[in-house]
C-alpha cells in the first residue's frame, strides 16, 4: 500500500504565493511522474503539471511562467512552489504518482487533497 500526503495550502492574497508538498509512502520501489492536479467547485480536475523520472516537466499553459514543479526523488516527495496566484487558481489540489511497487505492480495514487484559496 502507497499513501500520499500533501500540505501547504491555505488562503492567500492575489499577487501571494505558496508551496505545496506532496511526500509518498509505503510499498515503493520506484516512482515514474509525479504531477498535481486541480479541481475548482463545477469545474473538471485539470493538470496543473507533471514531473518524470526523466525528462521535461509539463505545465499547464494556464500556470507557466509562474508555477514551479519539482521533486526529490530521495524522500520520494514532489512540489508545487506557486507564485503570482491568481483568484483563478482557487481550487483542490491533488497530488498523483505512478507507482512501481515492490511487487512489481504499477498503479497510480492520488492525495487526499489540499484546500487553495486565492482572495482578490
Known amino acids: 500500500q502507497v499513501q500520499l500526503v500533501e500540505s501547504g495550502g491555505g488562503l492567500v492574497q492575489a499577487g501571494g504565493s505558496l508551496r505545496l508538498s506532496c511526500a509518498a509512502s509505503?510499498?515503493?520501489?520506484?516512482?515514474?511522474?509525479m504531477g498535481w492536479y486541480r479541481q475548482a467547485p463545477g469545474k473538471q480536475r485539470e493538470l496543473v503539471a507533471a514531473?518524470?523520472?526523466?525528462?521535461?516537466?509539463i505545465y499547464a499553459d494556464s500556470v507557466k511562467g509562474r508555477f514551479t514543479i519539482s521533486r526529490d526523488n530521495a524522500k520520494n516527495t514532489v512540489y508545487l512552489q506557486m507564485n503570482s496566484l491568481k483568484p483563478e487558481d482557487t481550487a483542490v489540489y491533488y497530488c498523483?504518482?505512478?507507482?512501481?511497487?515492490?511487487?512489481?505492480?504499477?498503479?497510480?495514487?492520488w492525495g487526499q487533497g489540499t484546500q487553495v484559496t486565492v482572495s482578490s
Open positions: 509505503g510499498s515503493i520501489f520506484s516512482i515514474n511522474t
Open positions: 498523483h504518482a505512478d507507482v512501481v511497487t515492490y511487487t512489481n505492480y504499477r498503479v497510480v495514487y
Open positions: 514531473i518524470p523520472s526523466l525528462g521535461s516537466t
